[in-house]
T-cell receptor, first 117, second 115 residues
Framework: GNSVTQMEGPVTLSEEAFLTINCTYTATGYPSLFWYVQYPGEGLQLLLKATKADDKGSNKGFEATYRKETTSFHLEKGSVQVSDSAVYFCALSPSGAGGTSYGKLTFGQGTILTVHP | KAGVTQTPRYLIKTRGQQVTLSCSPISGHRSVSWYQQTPGQGLQFLFEYFSETQRNKGNFPGRFSGRQFSNSRSEMNVSTLELGDSALYLC??????????????FGPGTRLTVT
């Protein structure tokens, strides 16, 4: 079956530090990959996505590149802010599965990020 | 465009009772998925509805059920509540049709506490 593995957290950084959150996946075919962010007391917000190999998703200074050869989708940001403190989830959605897996995202366990001033 | 809305936001129920949660998707979206989020198990897929039909189902007992109406609004029901059903229940909508990949947009969730 499909699975997503994220680096263990929590991750604690100082403001303006470089961020990397590792994400690797196991899936058949060519899944789409996503990063979602969850702020305290809220639902998940889509941060960025990539739908095919070598695609780079980017948003709000965050980036992630779909690496088929290493089955990875690591999240990076060059300079984090206190407001980036949240839980980050890597997720995949199967594609071309004949309709049987649509609507089902498989999530990693989440990585708690805390940024200090 | 209004986002995904879920009602109620918070709910406290007693073991053995049943509960119904509601989700209104983004206008024009026909797919609605439900997830359970707990500290121990993380985010787990419950089921997905598309055009009033359950298209996909996760590994949850039959106490968990759902439905979708012609206006794409969806409800999920949990019968005979157990303490372990305490969780944040998230609904997500998508504009997907019958092919291709797509993103899901989540609501704020319903926090269910079973005592």
């Amino acid at each position: 079956g499909n699975s997503v593995t994220q680096m263990e957290g929590p991750v604690t950084l100082s403001e303006e530090a470089f961020l990397t959150i590792n994400c690797t996946y196991t899936a058949t075919g060519y899944p789409s990959l996503f990063w979602y962010v969850q702020y305290p007391g809220e639902g998940l917000q889509l941060l960025l996505k990539a739908t095919k190999a070598d695609d780079k998703g980017s948003n709000k200074g965050f980036e992630a590149t779909y690496r088929k050869e290493t089955t990875s989708f690591h999240l990076e940001k060059g300079s984090v802010q206190v407001s980036d403190s949240a839980v980050y989830f890597c997720a995949l959605s199967p594609s071309g599965a004949g309709g049987t897996s649509y609507g089902k995202l498989t999530f990693g366990q989440g990585t708690i990020l805390t940024v200090h001033p | 465009k209004a986002g995904v809305t879920q009602t109620p936001r918070y709910l406290i129920k007693t073991r053995g009772q049943q509960v119904t949660l509601s989700c209104s998707p983004i206008s024009g979206h026909r797919s609605v998925s439900w997830y359970q989020q707990t500290p121990g198990q993380g985010l787990q897929f419950l089921f997905e509805y598309f055009s009033e039909t359950q298209r996909n189902k996760g590994n949850f007992p039959g106490r968990f059920s759902g439905r979708q109406f012609s206006n794409s609004r969806s409800e999920m029901n949990v019968s005979t509540l157990e303490l372990g059903d305490s969780a944040l229940y998230l609904c997500a909508s998508s504009g997907a049709g019958t092919s291709g990949t797509y993103e899901q947009y989540f609501g704020p969730g319903t926090r269910l506490t079973v005592t």
